[in-house]
């Protein structure tokens, strides 16, 4: 059965420190890999997205994952982190078929950036 | 820009009640999906639905219905509320592909009293 594993379920860094979040995924095909973020009393907003091609897939707010299918992990990272990127972030991968992609979510990583 | 509309932020309802939450998106999206989201639980995927009068059990279906008459409009029904669905309800859609990710709504949380 496809699920996807996010082993942080808390994360402290300063602010503009590095920051690199943490999923695995379990499927059988070439997957489809998301990262969402969503803030305090917010849906949830597209960070990237992977569908095939180059494994490094660059996102919005400065954001980055990899995909490595050996490992079967797509972590994210950003270089410095702004007190702004406190959220909570979920990875999630697209799993079924007949034209739609059914999305499977992590139990999500909860970032605090301090001052 | 687009959006999913959830019509309520906060609902609270008393135990037994039957209980509508309604989403409507403007991207003309054949695919809506109704999840729950839980504190260390991430999003469970309750109902979606890729064509009108179509649906489809997620993970989660247990006390829950749908209802989608309309393209743009997918509704979910709590036959009879209980304390258990408490919870933040968020509705997303997607494209035929469903490659372009999906667009959220805000959220619905809803407390059973």
């Known amino acids: 059965a496809q699920s996807v594993t996010q082993p942080d379920i808390h994360i402290t860094v300063s602010e503009g420190a590095s920051l690199e979040l943490r999923c695995n995924y379990s499927y059988g095909a070439t997957p489809y890999l998301f990262w969402y973020v969503q803030s305090p009393g917010q849906g949830l907003q597209l960070l990237l997205k992977?569908?095939?091609?180059?494994?490094l897939v660059q996102g919005i707010k400065g954001f980055e994952a990899e995909f490595k299918r050996s490992q079967s992990s797509f972590n994210l990272r950003k270089p410095s982190v702004h007190w702004s990127d406190a959220a909570e972030y979920f990875c999630?991968?697209?799993?079924?078929?007949?034209?739609?992609?059914?999305?499977?979510f992590g139990a999500g990583t909860r970032l605090a950036v301090h001052p | 820009d687009v959006k999913v509309t959830q019509s309520s932020r906060y609902l609270v309802k008393r135990t037994g009640e039957k209980v509508f939450l309604e989403c409507v998106q403007d991207?003309?999206?054949?695919?809506m999906f109704w999840y729950r989201q839980d504190p260390g639980l991430g999003l469970r995927l309750i109902y979606f639905?890729?064509?009108?009068?179509?649906?489809e059990k997620g993970d989660i279906p247990e006390g829950y219905s749908v209802s989608r008459e309309k393209k743009e409009r997918f509704s979910l029904i709590l036959e009879s509320a209980s304390t258990n669905q408490t919870s933040m309800y968020l509705c997303?859609?997607?494209?035929?592909?469903?490659?372009?990710?999906?667009?959220f709504g805000s959220g619905t949380r809803l407390t059973v009293v």
């Open positions: 999630a991968v697209g799993a079924g078929s007949g034209g739609y992609n059914k999305l499977i």
């Open positions: 991207m003309d999206h054949e695919n």
């Open positions: 639905s890729y064509d009108v009068k179509m649906k």
């Open positions: 992977y569908f095939s091609g180059d494994t």
């Open positions: 997303a859609s997607t494209g035929p592909e469903g490659v372009g990710g999906y667009t």
